[in-house]
């Protein structure tokens, strides 16, 4: 089966810096992406993804980038915010309605002020 | 779109009896919908895969037993804990996706604890 690896678990940035985020999968039959970003007790909360079609994908501030080859995928924020502050999980699909996804360890996030 | 509810988000019982948890779609039509429990600062751990109409599919290691799942229409399923212990204090969510696409929309969550 699929195994979604995540690094790192903890990341600390200054507000303003950059902060990314790397996953790795293992099945190459994987073609969606998604980065879901949960606050504490709350519903995780899709922020950005992305097919295996594409190499990259931005969003505002938020941005995704996907090696098949490598079989390696990164969430990238740039000028991070106080209010970015949460728990980030990436995770992998085969993208078909119904399948499960398999979602990494997941990054805990603190953006300093 | 896309809106996934839960209820209760918060619920306290004793140890033995049963607590029912609901999912529902409000929007959209899920045939398949997703159980999960969280530890905390953990991951999401996928418990059962709840198809409409069929039984669903449990992953290893998840008593089908103990936490019964129905998906009885297009739009709910529901997550009964039976006979529950302390060790099943937990966050409980669900997920659905809309048909022909690939994302899944989350439910709110349901904070179980057992006395």
């Known amino acids: 089966g699929e195994n979604v690896e995540q690094h790192p678990s903890t990341l600390s940035v200054q507000e303003g810096d950059s902060a990314v985020i790397k996953c790795t999968y293992s099945?190459?039959?994987?073609?969606?992406f998604p980065w879901y970003k949960q606050e504490l007790g709350k519903r995780p909360q899709l922020i950005i993804d992305?097919?295996?079609?594409?190499g990259e994908k931005k969003d505002q501030r938020i941005a995704v980038t996907l090696n098949k080859t490598a079989k390696h995928f990164s969430l990238h924020i740039t000028e991070t915010q106080p209010e970015d502050s949460a728990v980030y999980f990436c995770?992998?699909?085969?993208?078909?309605?119904?399948?499960?996804?398999?979602f990494g360890t997941g990054t805990s996030l603190t953006v300093i002020p | 779109g896309a809106v996934v509810s839960q209820h209760p988000s918060r619920v306290i019982c004793k140890s033995g009896t049963s607590v029912k948890i609901e999912c529902r779609s409000l929007?959209?039509?899920?045939?398949?919908m997703f159980w999960y429990r969280q530890f905390p600062k953990q991951s999401l751990m996928l418990m059962a895969t709840?198809?409409?109409?069929?039984?669903?599919?449990?992953e290893q290691g998840v008593e089908k037993d103990k936490f019964l799942i129905n998906h009885a229409s297009l739009t709910l399923s529901t997550l009964t804990v039976t006979s529950a212990h302390p060790e099943d204090s937990s966050f409980y969510i669900c997920?659905?996706?809309?048909?022909?696409?690939?994302?899944?929309?989350f439910g709110p969550g349901t904070r179980l604890t057992v006395t």
């Open positions: 997920s659905a996706g809309t048909s022909g696409g690939a994302r899944q929309y």
């Open positions: 099945d190459s039959a994987s073609n969606y």
């Open positions: 992305i097919r295996s079609n594409v």
């Open positions: 995770a992998a699909s085969t993208g078909n309605t119904g399948n499960q996804f398999y």
């Open positions: 929007d959209f039509q899920a045939t398949t």
């Open positions: 709840s198809n409409e109409g069929s039984k669903a599919t449990y």
